[in-house]
């Protein structure tokens, strides 16, 4: 039965981060927001493009989807586990979402209907991780291998347009107000749930308490197993989501969806995205906000090297570096504050 004091779990990771830690969350995040001002105010200086109303919208966009999955994988890995599978399950979603709509099922319907696939994966992922003993990093690997295969054996090299009907939640989540892709106020609105989520509710006491010490989080009445799955629901439902709003990409810059290669790679930017946020591997710690800003700092370096003409491989290369510097600044602040 669990504790009905949980709100205030104060022996937490959480709380002890919170007791000894604050000044390394706001270091985390502060970290992270200097960082994207160096990277920005760099190929700002670089060229006059890069904030231009080209390249600038496109940085936002890319970095609110990145964004969308990070926050995903943030839970996940906070829970302690891990989600490869988000790449595919984005695939999957721009697959329901644009099929169904183009069968006569209204946009909303099938856009639900994409996010309800992604919550049945995730509670999949969760179960056969928490029920059947078997690592996640196996389980969603296999999850990750089976929908791709499913997506390139069910539509190959093809490349589909949306044909369904108009629709205001369609408009809604795509084109931009400005500079700014309508996307981008989604994500601050996920992001202010999310953040609520995990630093302010009884459901994020369990998270990070459950990441910490698994343990310790019984002895307090957590259900360790269902916040587990949970996490994986969470996480999916996002990936999903993301994959549902690549549609309205199409009334913007894009006029086809190709099917088989939605999302390839993106699992891998994800979680970089959450370690370069600050989020321990070891689970119990993550911060939705600095997660945020390493996705957007992840977007624009890779934008700002793109503009500066580097070739796919040096690109690769580089963010790999950029992963490791943020890694050894968010070492260093943790070690200062220890001191």
Request: with cysteine; hydrophobic share 50%.
């Amino acid at each position: 039965m669990v504790n009905t004091h949980l709100g205030d779990v104060e022996t937490s990771p959480r709380s002890v981060s919170e007791k000894n830690g604050k000044k390394f969350i706001l270091t985390r995040e502060f970290t992270v927001l200097l960082a994207l001002a160096v990277i920005f105010i760099t190929f700002s200086l670089f060229s006059k493009d890069f904030l231009g109303p080209f390249i600038f919208p496109g940085i936002l966009l890319l970095g609110s989807e990145l964004a969308i999955l990070a926050m995903g994988e943030t839970f996940v890995i906070v829970s302690g586990e891990i989600d490869l599978s988000i790449a595919s399950v984005y695939g999957w979603g721009a697959v329901i979402g644009t099929v169904l709509s183009n069968l006569g099922f209204p946009f909303p319907v099938s856009f639900l209907l994409a996010i309800g696939f992604g919550c049945l994966i995730g509670l999949g992922n969760g179960l056969l991780t928490v029920k059947f003993k078997i690592p996640a990093l196996i389980t969603t690997l296999g999850t990750m291998w089976i929908l791709r295969g499913l997506l390139i054996g069910g539509f190959g090299g093809s490349f589909i347009s949306y044909k369904g009907e108009k629709s205001f939640l369609l408009s809604a989540l795509g084109g931009r107000i400005g500079y700014f892709p309508r996307l981008f106020f989604w994500f601050i609105g996920i992001a202010l749930l999310f953040n609520y989520l995990l630093n302010h509710s009884k459901l994020g006491n369990w998270i990070q308490a459950t990441g910490g010490s698994r343990e310790t989080a019984r002895a307090l009445g957590v259900n360790v197993n269902r916040t587990k799955i949970i996490c994986f629901m969470i996480s999916s439902a996002l990936a999903a989501f993301a994959g549902a709003v690549y549609i309205a990409r199409t009334d913007w810059f894009m006029t086809r969806i190709g099917m088989s290669s939605m999302g390839y790679g993106m699992e891998i930017e994800a979680i970089a995205a959450s370690v370069m946020g600050g989020t321990a591997f070891s689970g119990g710690v993550g911060s939705i906000v600095a997660v945020s800003l390493a996705a957007f700092a992840f977007s624009s370096f890779k934008s700002g090297l793109i503009l500066a003409g580097a070739s796919g491989y040096w690109i690769d290369a580089a963010v790999a570096l950029l992963l490791i510097i943020f890694c050894l600044l968010q070492g260093m602040g943790r070690g200062k504050n220890r001191m």
